[in-house]
Each structure stands twice: as structure tokens, then as C-alpha cells.
């Protein structure tokens, strides 16, 4: 596979990864995560970019577990349909970038009329841009009401 870095430091250059790559990376995730068989993971993290391919679908792969997938723009229209998914699915991985916590937390809150049972989760991860406490914390108390694990 060629992926090319996102050239925020310099211009972007291509780097090939062998499948030996993208699996080490991917079990590696795996291991770190304590991923197991019959988990959920709901994401919207596009599938070229490497925390979508390796550390959602890949990592979930390796440790078969189940993948359930919507759109970018989705997420983006709707931010409260990833944690709707996750609640229906009963997901125990959350990975994403801090804007998506941040997202959730402004504009990602269930109809009135919903609830959310969001005490499956047990790991919520965070990369991919700079980590915010803040916006974590805000996270949590705004979604402890739905379940939402603060150990996650």
C-alpha cells in the first residue's frame, strides 16, 4: 500500500507499507486495546486515512471483531448518529480524532425522545491530532448521563 503523509511538517511524501506492516500494526492495536472476539466498533473514520484503515477496521479484523461503518459526512451532518450506532450496537471501541469528541459533546446530543445506553463502552481513543483534557472532560460529563463509562 502507498500512503502519503499528510504533509503538515513539509511535502507530503509517499511511503510504501508492506502487508507485513499493516498487520503488525494492526495486531499491535489489537494487543494494546485488549480488542476482543465480539466486539463492536462503530466508526466514520475514513478508510484512507490510517487510524480508519489500521486502528478501526484492521485492528477489528485481527481480533474478530465486528466493524460497523458510516460516512464521514455523516458524522459530520450528524455527530449524534455515531453515539446513536454505538448505543444500538452495543460498540465497546470508540476511535476517533479530539474534534470528534468536541463535535459530540456541542452537537451530538440524543433527541429527547431516545435513550442511549452508552455503558458498553470500555475504551475510547483519542489521536491522530492533539489530545485536549478539556474536551474529554467535557465528554465524559456530558454523556455520563447516557451511561458513558468515565474509565473508558
Known amino acids: ?41 462503530v466508526t466514520w473514520l475514513p478508510l484512507y486515512h490510517d487510524m480508519g484503515l489500521i486502528g478501526s477496521v484492521l485492528h477489528a479484523f485481527t481480533a474478530g471483531m465486528t466493524v460497523k461503518l458510516m460516512t464521514p459526512a455523516a458524522f459530520v451532518r450528524n ?19 479530539n474534534f470528534a469528541y468536541d463535535l459530540c459533546w456541542r452537537r451530538g446530543l440524543p433527541d429527547p425522545d431516545e435513550e442511549w445506553d452508552l455503558s458498553h463502552l470500555r475504551l475510547t481513543l483519542n489521536g491522530a491530532e492533539p489530545v485536549r483534557p478539556a474536551t474529554m472532560r467535557r465528554f465524559v460529563d456530558t454523556f455520563a448521563a447516557h451511561g458513558y463509562p468515565p474509565a473508558a
Request: contains cysteine.
Open 1 to 41: 500500500m502507498l500512503q502519503y503523509t499528510s504533509g503538515s511538517t513539509g511535502s507530503p511524501k509517499g511511503v510504501e507499507l508492506s502487508h507485513r506492516n499493516l498487520m503488525s500494526n494492526a495486531f499491535a492495536v489489537a494487543r494494546a486495546c485488549g480488542s476482543r472476539e465480539g466486539d463492536t466498533i
Open 79 to 97: 455527530p449524534a448518529h455515531w453515539l446513536r450506532l454505538a448505543s444500538r450496537h452495543r460498540a465497546r471501541v470508540l476511535i476517533a480524532p
